[in-house]
């Protein structure tokens, strides 16, 4: 019999709507029957590419004598963190404080009140490596309660109020100057690793938004350094396990510093954000490498994670059936010599095991390999290339897929769309720009609907019932300005300032400071506030971005002085932790920077309009368009007129403009940095 998970939208709790588990989403109605009972809740946060929350699903909450004891001594509630990231965020804060660690599945102990009192992550079906057995601590949890209340009720206390006295020090007053940037740049350069690429050792996750601040940095102070440590990080990831060299696409992070054996699942944020990175780099270098990478993770998202609405779905799944039919990640991707001869004959079989690092052991596990590009620059011949890959391809085809989580995230659709809107202008692909703006069309149409403010997720064209949080108005208002950008519509610039003073009604606290939640939002026991950019922009950088960007193209000074008052917690974290504020850094080069305003007054896709999109000058704002009406759109466009009844660009920062110009050459110069 289904539970109350089969009336929800995220696939992940529709994963579990069969369990014998009496399982509850988040929602008042689940505490007010924990207080009715007088019983404890279980809190547990998973999302539904987490191989280990799939684990612990099957081991114990598909279990009959685990789940009556669950619905017999506690409230059962399952949340999405993907949905709801403030209520994850609010309790990861304190798994980490209590245990020094954290990850998913997420087990915490609550009570009626949703104050926390015991944490784990994943318990196993029987006691081992000194972690008791999933069974043990319910009954642990449970007699604790009965016959320890008021120990239970301090402790809860005690989490409660530390988590209210973290308040957060945003770095005072002024944005990052260079001083900070020096010194965020200095500790990258020693976490670098030279030998691979990328920062930090094993795992290692790909590091885009500090790659997008070392290719702003490049462009603003022609710092060699800097577009090395970006240009070779790129590089290593694209040739590593971590890209998925048949069809294109990243995986979440690599298991080792090298990038060979990646933790599979495919994550819509991480495509976007690498897609336009890889974009950009080409922008910056001219790199054929780049430019394939680029194209061919932009096709992966719309081949692969594109939904019927025109939104994209959130992740695809590291696991799917293995030849006997057993669920194990990376049964999709992986290959062994004979599966290559198979596929190949002979001697194409042969070729490809050495072009793609296949050995007879195996790279990744039970004698099968990852798929990797070698380091050796030998000459190979293309065309063979593309036809091993397209045969391997088609064979792959007919594996079983891996699942896929079709929920559209407000956030992470936002920076696809800013990925494929630049992408697709780059390099003529008007495709890619059309697929952006169906997926904004999505956005505007379903999540913000009716209700004027915007939704979290959506599925199947339908809203979820959660409330967009700060990083889906950052994110998506970055979306909608990269579009305004390339298309030349002046209503994407209009819905990024609708979404924008929503931000600053709603979002915004004294001195600068961003809260991830809503002045109106659910209160939980302490409102979540992360400035720190992890596999996704925070909220707050991401937010930070846009204001910024939006007081460009309009001069609005209130959006202005909101930015530079968040961009004080990149000056406070930039020196310390620069890895962890990436996104906030390359916002802070844009304000370094000016940024840049270019109004070209001609058409759009014309000549001006695509040079001044390749323009280097980090987080240019450009406005496109010809006839009396562009002024109407983008107040940039306002009295601009043409040079000799020729198409004309200016470019203006800081309030003085430059000559305007007819060349594209000289237009180019006067945006390289």
């Known amino acids: 019999m289904a539970n109350r998970l089969a009336q929800t939208t995220s696939p992940y709790l529709l994963q579990h709507a069969d369990n014998p588990v009496d399982w509850w989403p988040w929602s008042p109605e689940a505490f007010e029957e924990a207080r009715r009972r007088d019983v404890p809740v279980l809190l547990s946060v998973g999302y539904s590419s987490c191989h280990w929350c799939h684990v612990m699903a099957h081991e114990s909450f598909e279990d009959e004598t685990v789940a009556a004891c669950l619905n017999e001594r506690f409230v059962a509630v399952k949340v999405d963190r993907e949905e709801r990231p403030d209520v994850d965020a609010v309790y990861m804060e304190a798994v980490q404080a209590a245990t020094g660690h954290g990850g998913w599945p997420m087990t915490v102990f609550l009570t009626p009140d949703a104050e926390p009192f015991y944490f784990g992550t994943y318990f196993p079906p029987e006691p081992r490596h000194g972690s008791p057995s999933f069974q043990q601590v319910l009954e642990g949890v449970s007699a604790a309660w009965t016959d320890r209340r008021e120990e239970v009720a301090e402790v809860a206390e005690r ?21 900070e940037i020096a010194q965020a740049l200095l500790g990258l350069t020693r976490e670098y690793d030279e030998q691979h690429g990328g920062f930090g050792g094993a795992p290692k996750f790909p590091p885009s938004m500090a790659v997008e601040f070392l290719l702003r940095h490049y462009a603003r102070t022609g710092s060699e350094g800097a577009l090395q440590m970006a240009a070779d990080t790129c590089s290593a990831m694209a040739r590593g396990g971590i890209y998925d060299q048949l069809g294109g696409g990243f995986a979440r992070y690599s298991v080792d510093r090298e990038w060979v054996v990646p933790h599979f699942e495919k994550m819509l944020y991480d495509n976007a954000l690498l897609c336009r990175v890889y ?218 300032g609708f979404l924008l003073d929503i931000v600053l009604e709603q979002f915004t606290g004294e001195g600068g400071q961003l809260y991830d939640t809503a002045h109106d939002a659910e209160q939980l026991i302490r409102r979540p506030q992360d400035p720190t950019d992890s596999a996704t922009p925070a909220g707050w950088t991401a937010a930070a971005g846009a204001l910024l960007s939006y007081a460009a193209y309009t001069g609005s000074e209130a959006h202005r002085t909101a930015a530079e008052g968040a961009l004080g917690v990149v000056k406070a974290l930039a020196p310390r932790a620069p890895r962890f504020i990436g996104w906030g850094l390359a916002v802070a080069e844009a304000l370094l920077d000016g940024p840049r305003e270019v109004a070209v007054a001609g058409p759009v896709g014309g000549e001006l309009h695509r040079t001044a999109l390749l323009g280097r000058a980090p987080g240019a704002v450009v406005a496109a368009g010809e006839g009396p009406g562009a002024g109407a759109e983008f107040p940039l466009l306002a009295d601009r007129p043409l040079v000799g009844g020729e198409p004309t660009a200016y470019v203006c920062r800081h309030f003085v403009c430059d000559a305007p110009t007819t060349d594209a050459a000289e237009l180019a110069v006067k945006l390289g940095g």
């Open 279 to 496: 974009a950009h780099l080409w922008r910056t270098t001219g790199s054929a490498e780049a430019r394939r990478i680029a194209l061919e993770t932009a096709d992966f998202m719309v081949r692969e994670l594109r939904t019927t609405e025109g939104g994209f779905a959130s992740a695809l799944d590291a696991d799917s059936e293995d030849a006997d039919g057993k669920h194990v990640e990376g049964a999709f991707y992986v290959w062994t010599p004979e599966q290559l001869r198979e596929v190949l004959g002979e001697e194409d079989g042969a070729f490809a095991t050495a072009y793609f690092g296949v050995t007879e052991e195996g790279t990744f596990e039970e004698g099968a390999s990852v798929l990797q590009l070698s380091g050796e620059a030998r000459p190979v011949d293309a065309g063979r290339v593309a036809d091993v890959r397209a045969r391997l391809l088609a064979a792959r085809a007919e594996r079983p897929r891996p699942g896929r989580d079709d929920k559209v995230v407000a956030a992470w659709n936002g920076l696809a769309i800013a990925a494929l809107a630049e992408t697709g202008a780059y390099f003529d692909r008007p495709d890619l720009v059309e697929r952006a703006t169906e997926a904004a069309d999505l956005l505007v149409r379903v999540h913000l609907g009716e209700v004027a403010r915007l939704t979290r997720t959506s599925r199947d064209g339908r809203a979820g019932t959660n409330a967009g949080v700060l990083e889906d108005y950052g994110d998506v208002a970055e979306g909608f300005l990269a579009l305004a950008a390339v298309t030349g519509e002046g209503a994407w610039l209009e819905f990024a």
């Open 159 to 179: 989490i409660v109020a530390d988590l209210a006295g973290r308040s957060l020090a945003h770095g005072g007053e002024g944005a990052p100057g260079e001083p």
